[in-house]
């Protein structure tokens, strides 16, 4: 196992009581008003990439929470998170958390937020209005893998996606799709103008070379595993050069490049993982300055 798998000692916690302490800290955070949560004596809270002081970004800025409530955690590590719909002065953008609990109390908070201001069509709000029903549902005992099985096929993933030139280092089911800052982008044609590859699923998709242009998938971290949602939740970045314009997909198929400019994103990743196959995928992601390094330890 590589240093990005990013290891924890194994700390029991209870599984409502998680999910319950991202429902407080949301609640906390629509009131504008951390005093409510009971933090650790130490935090570490970063919103963008940032590091910042607790009751800072966000913090400052929401007007309102929407219905979608995407909620998961590992009960092994006590860690939690949320993906949903946040208002910052009514305006709505789609939201990714993070929160390790140690000992009833919060000590690390990371928070990924897709914007309107953000590059493309991102964010896309209402085009799904509630979770798949796979995320919340137990995977059978007999189609469930080990948590370092698991982490290699969501790593498995990244490296599909780094450098994608039709080789798959992972395996997807044929239904899987991926939702990206709130949009549907496989088996979805039309969903982007110009972005023929959205009507393809996750494996052909990859298989078409299409993300070429993707040139490091680095940082990789896997804060979150749930074996028995077969959840794995990951943060990374990807960063684009932006040297690579044309493309030519493997079946000859002329393609274009969606970035022109070095930028990256950073993201945080859910996988559901069905009997060692990628099932489904969603991300949010916002785009930060290129090469960015993260304040997060690997």
């Not at 085009?127 to 189609?143: G, M, R, S, Y």
């Not at 096929?153 to 239904?175: C, K, R, S, V, W």
Request: charged residues 25%.
């Amino acid at each position: 196992m590589t240093e990005r798998f990013n290891s924890r000692p194994a700390v029991p916690h209870d599984r409502a009581a998680l999910l319950g302490h991202v429902e407080v800290y949301l609640d906390a955070l629509v009131a504008k008003d951390p005093s409510r949560l009971r933090w650790a004596d130490q935090v570490v809270f970063t919103e963008q990439n940032v590091q910042l002081a607790v009751g800072d970004g966000l913090w400052g800025t929401i007007s309102g929470r929407r219905d979608y409530n995407l909620t998961f955690c590992d009960p092994d590590r006590g860690e939690a998170g949320w993906i949903g719909i946040v208002e910052e002065h009514g305006v709505p953008g789609i939201m990714a958390l993070r929160l390790r609990i140690e000992n009833g109390a919060i000590s690390e908070v990371e928070t990924i937020l897709s914007r309107r201001d953000d590059p493309g069509p991102f964010p896309v709000i209402g085009a799904v209005t509630q979770p798949h029903p796979i995320f919340f549902e137990d995977v059978p005992p007999a189609q469930r893998r080990p948590r370092a099985r698991m982490l290699a096929i969501a790593d498995g993933y990244f490296d599909t996606l780094q450098l994608n030139d039709g080789t798959l280092f992972t395996e997807f089911t044929d239904d899987c799709d991926r939702v990206e800052n709130g949009l549907q982008t496989t088996n979805n044609p039309g969903a982007i103008p110009g972005y023929d590859i959205a009507a393809l699923g996750c494996a052909e998709q990859f298989r078409k070379g299409q993300y070429v242009y993707d040139d490091r998938l680095r940082d990789r971290r896997f804060p979150l595993v749930d074996e028995e949602k077969g959840l794995v939740l990951a943060a990374a970045f990807i960063d684009h050069s932006g040297r690579v314009v044309d493309i030519s997909w493997t079946d000859g198929t002329k393609a274009k490049s969606v970035f022109f400019y070095p930028h990256s994103f950073v993201l945080l990743e859910l996988f559901k993982i069905v009997d060692g196959k990628i099932a489904r995928i969603e991300a949010v992601f916002t785009t930060v300055p290129y090469n960015m390094p993260s304040p997060w330890p690997r």
